[in-house]
């Protein structure tokens, strides 16, 4: 038997922000999180500082991995009420493997110089042991 699913103004979800009670809205979707304040890697306080609000900016700047968005499923208690969700829309960001097209155009240069250090310590050694023998 599927869920009925429930829709929430936000002024309800204001309602649920203390450790008894802690909702989130992540991607005009409403998790009931109570039950996983003190499991949170990054701790309960991190939650609750979001807690009755719209936590999709932080959750996206944290770079929350495959697995941890999996888990939200569990959490799901329903979606905004239309007239309250958000249009705003956020780059997913899924940790350290997701990159821009800005770090990756200047990634070249974060090895240019390790190798020109290389190729100048090889060519120094050559020459010293030359001059010695």
Same mark, same amino acid.
């Given at each position: 038997?599927?869920?009925?699913?429930?829709?929430? +103004?936000?002024?309800? &979800?204001?309602?649920?922000? %203390?450790?008894?009670?802690?909702?989130?809205?992540?991607?005009?979707?409403?998790? %009931?999180?109570?039950?996983?304040?003190?499991?949170?890697?990054?701790?309960?306080?991190? /939650? /609750?500082?979001?807690?009755?609000? %719209?936590?999709?900016?932080?959750?996206? =700047? &944290?770079?929350?991995?495959? %697995?941890? +968005?999996?888990?939200?499923? =569990?959490?799901?208690?329903?979606? &905004?009420?239309?007239? =309250?969700?958000?249009?705003?829309?956020?780059?997913?960001?899924?940790?350290?493997?997701?990159?821009?097209?800005?770090?990756?155009?200047?990634?070249?240069?974060?090895? /240019?110089?390790? &190798?020109?250090?290389?190729?100048?310590?090889?060519?120094?050694?050559?020459?010293?042991?030359?001059?010695?023998?």
């Amino acid at each position: 038997m599927a869920a009925e699913k429930k829709e929430f +103004r936000l002024s309800e &979800v204001k309602a649920h922000n %203390d450790a008894k009670s802690t909702y989130l809205v992540i991607h005009n979707k409403v998790y %009931d999180v109570t039950r996983f304040l003190e499991e949170h890697p990054g701790g309960e306080e991190v /939650l /609750l500082e979001q807690a009755g609000g %719209d936590s999709t900016e932080a959750f996206e =700047d &944290v770079g929350h991995s495959t %697995d941890a +968005r999996d888990l939200m499923k =569990d959490y799901y208690v329903g979606e &905004v009420h239309p007239d =309250d969700r958000s249009t705003k829309s956020y780059a997913t960001n899924t940790g350290p493997t997701s990159y821009d097209s800005a770090s990756s155009s200047s990634s070249w240069t974060g090895w /240019l110089l390790p &190798v020109g250090v290389a190729l100048a310590a090889a060519f120094a050694y050559r020459y010293i042991s030359s001059q010695s023998a």
